[in-house]
């Protein structure tokens, strides 16, 4: 079992949460540990967003379970209606799931029996909760800020690794059909997760004028380069689609398409290495002269080789054709970025690995 940042500091929220909670004599510092629990997010805007929405939700929350006591009692079926009431407000200002959750927890708390007078039991309980939600904020400010310039480019070259790598063993129908199928399944939801990683980075606040400039342009460039991998990703889906179907190319267009891509591949895969920055700065000129791939040409071939042909099936290519243009479209446009940000921005490094 892999134990990930977040889950540490869930750990170590709920510990601040109970230890503050006995330590100031709260009734209920279990309280302060399930809300500590809900609070905890994975980035620090985030987290205040969370801060903010959460005080509100359980203000509401409060309210209606105050005014259901004073006027209908703390029958159960009192509590059931008020925190029908609760969900419909909060989902109303459209706040998220924990959120609404932790609202009806405070309404279950606030409205539970108690032989104390119920403004002292209410008050002790909502500070509770309010004291575990800032737990939750402070430990996700101050422990383990998570790095997801960091993160963002390890998924994309993990990514890109592994969809290239294929792409030469499919090209050359070396490839195992389930072990591709699998992998294909598994390429497609690490590519989920980029986009995921990608919004949190994008939602991570900069304070200066300088800093916000230069995230802006590490966007840009993390977009097209999550582009670019998906069209690779594409090429690839297109190949499996294919399977067998490639044998009824003849073995002399066979090879060029093969070579052709070939130095696709490795213009990609050189373009991530020297992003990663592990190719002489001497050399990067030479890098973008690298024997380009006839692409639109390799198209032009393969769309005349089956206008002549009689083969029913011979429109299944058009896809490859399609995405083989997409794809080397979206690596031209990934080169001229990064030639464009290594020229006028060298001294603005991304950082490409965990310290």
Known sequence: MKLGAR?????????????????????????????????????????YQSIVEQIQANIIGALIAIVAVYTLGNDPFIVAFAIIIVIGVTMNLKMNENTITLAAVAVIALMDSTDQTFINFAASRFSSMILGILAAFVVNFLFMPPKYETKLFMKIDSATNDILQWLRVTTRQLSDEPALKYEIIRIQDNIRWLDHTYLLYSEERTYTKGSRFSKG????????????????????????????????IPEEFQDTLVSELDKLVNAHEKLVLSLKGRIKQTHRKSLRQIEQPNI?????????????????????????????????????????????????????YIQTTEK
């Open 7 to 47: 889950m540490m500091k869930t750990g170590l929220a709920v510990a601040v949460a109970l230890y503050v909670a006995s330590l100031l004599g709260f009734i209920s510092p279990l309280l302060a540990a399930i809300a500590a629990v809900f609070s905890i997010q994975p980035s620090i805007y985030r987290s």
């Open 217 to 248: 342009r590490k966007l840009v460039l993390f977009r097209q380069l999550i582009t670019t991998t998906k069209k690779s990703f594409d090429v690839l889906k297109a190949f499996h689609r294919l399977d067998k179907k490639i044998e009824q």
């Open 296 to 348: 639109p040409l390799l198209v032009e071939r393969l769309m005349k080789v089956y206008e002549e042909s009689d083969n029913p099936d011979k429109l299944v290519f058009l896809p490859l054709a399609s995405q083989l243009m997409e794809y080397y479209y979206q690596l031209e446009k990934l080169k001229r970025l990064l030639k464009s940000y290594q020229k006028y921005h060298s001294n603005t």
